[in-house]
Each structure stands twice: as structure tokens, then as C-alpha cells.
T-cell receptor, first 112, second 114 residues
Framework: AAGVIQSPRHLIKEKRETATLKCYPIPRHDTVYWYQQGPGQDPQFLISFYEKMQSDKGSIPDRFSAQQFSDYHSELNMSSLELGDSALYFC???????????FGDGTRLSIL | GENVEQHPSTLSVQEGDSAVIKCTYSDSASNYFPWYKQELGKGPQLIIDIRSNVGEKKDQRIAVTLNKTAKHFSLHITETQPEDSAVYFCAASRITGGGNKLTFGTGTQLKVEL
């Protein structure tokens, strides 16, 4: 079965640079969620989209923004990167906003 | 906001034994409780979930129980196998028309020994 696709899988950036993470949800899934997972920690909710509109917002820094496009894929844009932004970033998708979330394998972002 | 506590943080069992992981949540409005298994280098994989109108759910060797009054829920794995070794996360959310953001517990590292 098709899963959530995230790209790139690994990304290395320097401080103050920008990064764009992409997420392709499972076909027919209209809801996308972004989570950040630090080393040895649990995933923390960042932001979600339902039918291309932002549906909820968590602990996402103002330096980050995200959107969902007409084909339902989503991008997380990160600017003025800081060392503390080094983490795994997961995207999850669901068939509808009240359905189970299925996660991709994440993007590992390293800030040097 | 919601706060989820998870215990134990590490659990070691012998192959064939049962494993139990417990979570408590703080928001009485939470109505959806999934469990995820995360292997090294992979994303969390949904293994079972339960909604607040159900007290127990079972899927082969895995079962989840929910006590709404006490605000706690548990994962039970029977006849454990080495491939069950992973980090397990519980989560809670309040499903609304707009979304379903998950608040995770801190995870349990399960090791199944031969």
C-alpha cells in the first residue's frame, strides 16, 4: 500500500540558512500534519492542514511556515535556521480530519 | 493543553511473555487514543487505536484498554517476539471538525530478549 512520502530524507544546512521539506500524503488523504521529534524525544505537533486550509497550529516557531497545495502535498518552509532546529521532521496524513494518522519516515535535518 | 504521561520508559521481557505499557492523560475532552511503534530510522507506525466510546479493543496479539473515569489507557502485547522490540508511543487527542493533533507520551523502549 502507498505510504506517506517525505523528501529529502536527510538535509544538512548551516545556521541562518533556509530549508524546505516536502510531504506527499497517501492518495485520497486530504489532511496533513507536521511533527518535530528531537533526539530521544516524542513527536511534537507543529501544524496541520485540512483541504488546503490551516486547521490547527502547535508549537511552530514564527520562522517556520507551511502550506498545502491543490494536489494535497504539503511543504514546510524553515528560515533563519538555528542549531536547535536539528531534529526529525515527520509528516502524517489522514483520510479525513477525524481518521487515524499515518506517518512518513521523516526528514532528518542537521544544522551545522 | 493536553499532557500525556507514559510508563515505563524502558521494558525488557523474555520472548513469549506479555508486555504492558500504561499512559495517563489530563484533558477529559480527549476522545481518541492511538498507539504507535517506532523502529530506528523509521516513522511512527500506527498499531492500534481506541475511541472514547469503547473500553477495549483487540487485534491479534495486541490489545488496548481505556478507563475514561481514571483517564488512563494501556497497551497489552501478548506472546512477545523479538520483532516487537521498538519504541512505543501512546498519544491522545480531541477530535474536532478542524483537526486531530496528537499529544504523545514520552515513549517506552521495549526489548524482547531471546
Amino acid at each position: 500500500a502507498a505510504g506517506v512520502i517525505q523528501s529529502p530524507r536527510h538535509l544538512i544546512k548551516e545556521k541562518r540558512e533556509t530549508a524546505t521539506l516536502k510531504c506527499y500524503p497517501i492518495p485520497r488523504h486530504d489532511t496533513v500534519y507536521w511533527y518535530q521529534q528531537g533526539p530521544g524525544q516524542d513527536p511534537q505537533f507543529l501544524i496541520s492542514f485540512y483541504e488546503k486550509m490551516q486547521s490547527d497550529k502547535g508549537s511552530i516557531p514564527d520562522r517556520f511556515s507551511a502550506q498545502q497545495f491543490s494536489d494535497y502535498h504539503s511543504e514546510l518552509n524553515m528560515s533563519s535556521l538555528e542549531l536547535g532546529d536539528s531534529a526529525l521532521y515527520f509528516c502524517a496524513s489522514s483520510l479525513a480530519s477525524n481518521q487515524p494518522q499515518h506517518f512518513g519516515d521523516g526528514t532528518r535535518l542537521s544544522i551545522l | 493543553g493536553e499532557n500525556v504521561e507514559q510508563h515505563p520508559s524502558t521494558l525488557s521481557v523474555q520472548e513469549g511473555d506479555s508486555a504492558v505499557i500504561k499512559c495517563t492523560y489530563s484533558d477529559s475532552a480527549s476522545n481518541y487514543f492511538p498507539w504507535y511503534k517506532q523502529e530506528l530510522g523509521k516513522g511512527p507506525q500506527l498499531i492500534i487505536d481506541i475511541r472514547s466510546n469503547v473500553g477495549e479493543k483487540k487485534d491479534q496479539r495486541i490489545a488496548v484498554t481505556l478507563n475514561k473515569t481514571a483517564k488512563h489507557f494501556s497497551l497489552h502485547i501478548t506472546e512477545t517476539q523479538p520483532e516487537d522490540s521498538a519504541v512505543y508511543f501512546c498519544a491522545a487527542s480531541r477530535i474536532t471538525g478542524g483537526g486531530n493533533k496528537l499529544t504523545f507520551g514520552t515513549g517506552t523502549q521495549l526489548k524482547v530478549e531471546l
